[in-house]
């Protein structure tokens, strides 16, 4: 999440996220499922641009809605960054407006956490546009009101994430991982996936957080893991599709990121990436992207917290 300021606005780069590990505990009563997951913020970005204005009204202009995406993003007050600033506003009495535009890069509906980055994204913008001395606690607060991989775009750029997702523990990521990226043609609604699914015996992280923080690739691999995969599989033949398909691409290891229906291939340098990608992509599995891991030294600079 890199933060710029130019005079009265702010433009902010949106990350993706991966989940190198997603175990579902148990389905709760409120309809929520139990989870420990890991997540890494990764360098596929959507840009906004914020300026605050007199007024309490919240407008949101799209960039190429639509091109690129499965479908067109919710506009005006279904859409997640105007919810999350109302709720802001309204939690704290703000009582000006703001003006945002979002540039899409992230497709949706694909386990890329793309919306709740721009959830995060906005509530960090607003912090220091609206000039209200918000701790970080109090931004996770609402941020876990309006989605559960939200607090974790707060945190990141790594993280265990607990509870649905919302209990953050930031990790030391000493691994820069070249990845592709495959966006099939069908999403999944990350709802219709957790419906479904059914909580097996729990797996433990604590060998693939040891590997992120040691900076083994190597062990990392064998630690990937993602119970959802399995659901998604049944709901969509893309991700059995793909599966096969990065069997034969030549890559370290891979993985459904979240819900689904997007997944990542690890690789061993960016080289080796192009030459995954290439091969994936003369087998038509949909938009080939390639991406990295975030570094934390640059996680949140300028930021208001
Ligand atoms: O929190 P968020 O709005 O992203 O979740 C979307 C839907 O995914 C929820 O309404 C719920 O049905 C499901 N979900 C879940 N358990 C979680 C996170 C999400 O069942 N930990």
Aim: charged content about 20%; aromatic content about 4%.
């Amino acid at each position: 999440m890199i933060i710029r300021s130019d005079g009265d606005r702010l433009t902010i780069q949106s990350p993706a996220k991966i989940n190198l590990f997603l175990d579902v505990l148990g389905r709760r009563e409120d309809g929520f499922h139990d989870l420990e997951t890991v997540i890494c913020a990764i360098d596929l970005e959507d840009t906004l641009e914020m300026r605050a204005v007199a007024g309490k009204e919240i407008t949101l202009h799209l960039h190429g809605n639509g091109i690129g995406q499965r479908e067109p993003l919710p506009e005006g007050e279904d859409n997640i960054i105007v919810k999350a600033l109302r709720l802001l506003a309204q939690s704290s009495g703000v009582d000006q407006g703001m003006e945002v535009t979002l540039t899409k890069r992230i497709p949706s509906a694909a386990g890329l956490g793309g919306a709740s980055s721009n959830a995060a994204a906005v509530l960090l913008g607003a912090a220091r546009l609206w000039q209200h001395d918000w701790s970080l606690e109090q931004l996770a607060g609402v941020a876990a009101e309006v989605g559960s991989d939200v607090p974790f775009f707060l945190h990141g750029p790594a993280a265990i994430c607990r509870g649905r997702g919302e209990i953050v523990q930031p990790l030391q990521n000493r691994l820069r991982l070249h990845l592709v990226l495959v966006h099939p043609p069908a999403g999944l609604s990350t709802a219709r996936v957790f419906a479904h699914c059914q909580p097996g015996r729990p797996v433990s992280s604590a060998a693939l957080i040891e590997a992120l923080e040691t900076g083994n690739r190597r062990a990392l691999l064998d630690e990937l893991h993602n119970s959802l995969q399995r659901t998604a599989a049944g709901l969509e033949p893309w991700v059995g599709r793909l599966e096969e398909l990065l069997s034969g691409s030549g890559c370290l290891g891979f993985q459904m990121s979240g819900s689904g229906t997007s997944f990542f291939a690890i690789c061993a340098h960016r080289q080796h990436a192009r030459q995954v990608a290439a091969r994936l992509r003369s087998q038509q599995p949909g938009q080939v992207d390639y991406a990295s891991t975030l570094d934390g030294k640059k996680w949140l600079s300028g930021s208001p917290c």
